[in-house]
Nanobody
């Protein structure tokens, strides 16, 4: 079992930035991801990336504003969030899992480990 620990959430005004971190106990799977869920809404995949640094995916709602990246020396990845909007307010979760078709952007599908979630609140 891979344990994930998130940090970096908080409150910010619209237009501001936050950086979320996710530290894993290992990279035993090939797809890292960030999801978010706002009250009363479905969970949304925000960004994904293969742990070998290849194909990266962003949802249309965050493309150009958010960046997923990873450490080169430890199983840690980040979500840099810029130009934040009130609609970005949600609980954000990191995830690590398997994805089989490495020709396409990954989406954790099997044997998924989840972070505990961190709240991001953006005020107008």
């Amino acid at each position: 079992h891979v344990h994930l620990t998130e940090s970096g959430g908080g409150s910010v005004q619209a237009g501001g930035s936050l950086k979320l971190s996710c530290a894993a106990s290992g990279y035993e799977r090939n797809c890292m991801a960030w999801y978010r869920q706002a009250p009363g809404k479905e969970r949304e995949g925000v960004a994904t990336r293969y742990t070998n640094g290849t194909i990266t995916y962003y949802s249309e709602s965050v493309k150009g504003r958010f960046t997923i990246s990873q450490e080169t020396t430890s199983p840690t990845w980040y979500l840099q969030m810029n130009s934040l909007k009130p609609e970005d307010t949600a609980t954000y979760y990191c995830a690590l899992g398997w994805w089989v078709d490495t020709r396409s952007p990954c989406s954790p599908y099997d044997d998924i480990s989840w972070g505990q979630g961190t709240q991001v609140t953006v005020s107008a």
